[in-house]
């Protein structure tokens, strides 16, 4: 299903994705971050709490294929990706908060994402390698790590690391759109309903949940729609890269189905919520205080 082509490409796309990531921060971005906590705890609990539940909870409804299974498990642990930065963006929410959100979720996935998958595959009675998802984490942070120093050496090489970083989070989509499906489109046929359930449930659950969590929580709407997003848009190709270089064979085959899946709706569902977004009452808005971070 992900030829070795495809595994080099992907191997090079998730390496400039986490450079990029890295080339936006600096050490002080950290140290404003935790004089200032709120928002970042509230997107890790929202990250490794709520997610990794409805992952579970889809897998345990649909009851789908033990491959499946472990697809949405890893799916729904995975951090927030680059893409979410982009639709804060647009949706006009918080790209500071959220770009902090992300490398945060991204470096805590260390330990969070091996302890949470073992936590619900346990409870599914599924077979994780955790010891190859550390080691592949590790090895991701690498590159997040030169990203921070070629800002600290050049802001302008940093900038523009960082822009393809986030650029490469679309292209990702488009690639698998003119790559991967026609070459699997017998096999999207085939995929049960379920499974695009699940996909798409991940996505919109993630975001509703993450929104009104935040609002219930009196986070300026601002930085409720930032929670939302990237409480919602997990990075799909960190999952697609555990999957490849975890996992061989036909079982890798059929684990990418749920984040490739993912990764091409949840453009969609983003796209959609960023339309809804930039339609709130910006006065409204305006008579609120603002926020914390």
Request: aromatic share 10%; net charge neutral; hydrophobic share 55%.
């Amino acid at each position: 299903m992900v030829s070795p082509l495809e595994q080099a490409v992907l191997a090079l796309m998730i390496f400039a994705i986490m450079l990029g990531m890295g080339a936006s921060l600096t050490p002080r971005d950290f140290y404003l971050a935790l004089r200032r906590p709120y928002g970042l705890m509230i997107g890790l609990v929202s990250q490794y709490g709520f997610m990794p539940l409805i992952g579970f909870l889809l897998a345990t409804l649909l009851a789908v294929p033990e491959a499946i299974a472990i697809g949405i498990l890893i799916m729904s642990c995975m951090p927030g990706g680059t893409t979410s930065n982009i639709f804060t963006y647009f949706s006009k929410g918080n790209l500071a908060l959220s770009v902090l959100m992300t490398v945060t979720s991204t470096v805590a996935g260390v330990v969070m994402i091996p302890l949470v998958l073992v936590i619900y595959a346990t409870a599914l009675d599924l077979e994780i390698p955790r010891e190859n998802i550390i080691a592949t984490l590790i090895l991701l942070l690498v590159p997040v790590g030169i990203g921070m120093v070629l800002r600290k050496i050049n802001a302008n090489i940093g900038a523009v690391t960082e822009f393809f970083g986030s650029v490469l989070g679309v292209v990702f989509i488009l690639f698998l759109i003119v790559s991967w499906i026609p070459r699997n489109w017998q096999f999207l046929l085939e995929t049960s309903g379920s499974t695009y359930v699940a996909a798409i449930g991940i996505g919109a659950a993630g975001i509703t949940i993450g929104y009104f969590f935040a609002r219930a929580l009196k986070l300026h709407p601002r930085n409720a729609r930032t929670v939302a997003l990237e409480t919602g848009i997990q990075n799909g190709p960190l999952a697609l890269a555990i999957i490849v270089f975890t996992f061989s064979g036909e079982e890798a085959d059929a684990l990418t189905a749920v984040p490739v899946l993912y990764s091409l709706f949840i453009v969609i569902i983003a796209t959609l919520v960023t339309f809804v977004f930039r339609r709130a009452n910006a006065a409204a808005e305006q008579r609120l205080p603002d926020g914390l971070l």
